[in-house]
């Protein structure tokens, strides 16, 4: 019950953050995408089935409150909760570069999809400005606050585990 109280409060404090200050310091218009990191990194450090729970609800709040069509982002930040999910084995707590490629890719997969619905179907064919634009710069910016967040994520999620540990032994006995 803590666990799923604090992931609420932490894509709450994310999704405000992401919505309101970052866009307020954004660079052309451009913010980091803090949903991105927070699906990807729990799903790595938890697993496929709580990456996709919690992917499901931030692509909702995207969806609901940023959205155009209800239920894409949901569906996408799922799928990325789940992939990233499935390199929970090959998880090292203290290796960064991993968790850094795999957000990287997801936000870069998430944004080729949105231009792909978003843009592409609506005939907008100026992929190249759409890259150079949006895609490279809001890439650079979630790779830059990664190096922050991951860590705060991964130290959050070390203690939940401790918690849970001490907890499970208490009851045993």
């Known amino acids: 019950m803590l666990r799923k109280v ?4 932490i894509i709450s404090i994310c999704f405000v ?3 309101t200050t970052f866009q307020a310091i954004s660079f052309a218009g ?3 995408n803090l949903l991105i990191i927070v699906v990807s990194a729990f799903g790595l450090m938890r697993g496929r089935k709580e990456g996709m729970y919690i992917g499901f609800i931030c692509g909702l709040l995207i969806d609901i409150f940023c959205g155009f069509y209800l239920g894409i982002y949901a569906l996408l930040y799922m799928y990325v909760g789940y ?3 499935m390199f929970r ?3 090292y ?3 960064i570069r991993q968790p850094m490629v795999l957000i990287a890719t997801s936000d870069l997969a998430v944004n080729l999809v949105i231009y792909i619905i978003l843009f592409l179907t609506r005939s907008r064919f100026d992929f190249g400005y759409y890259l150079m634009h949006v895609i490279i710069p809001e890439l650079v910016y979630t790779m830059v606050i990664t190096i922050f967040l991951y860590y ?4 959050i999620n070390q203690k939940l585990e401790a918690y849970e540990k001490r907890r499970a032994i208490k009851f045993d006995l």
């Open 89 to 91: 084995k090959r998880f």
């Open 6 to 9: 604090i992931l609420f409060i």
């Open 17 to 19: 953050l992401q919505t």
């Open 152 to 155: 705060l994520l991964l130290k």
């Open 83 to 85: 992939i990233n999910g």
């Open 30 to 32: 451009i913010g980091p």
């Open 93 to 95: 707590p203290d290796d």
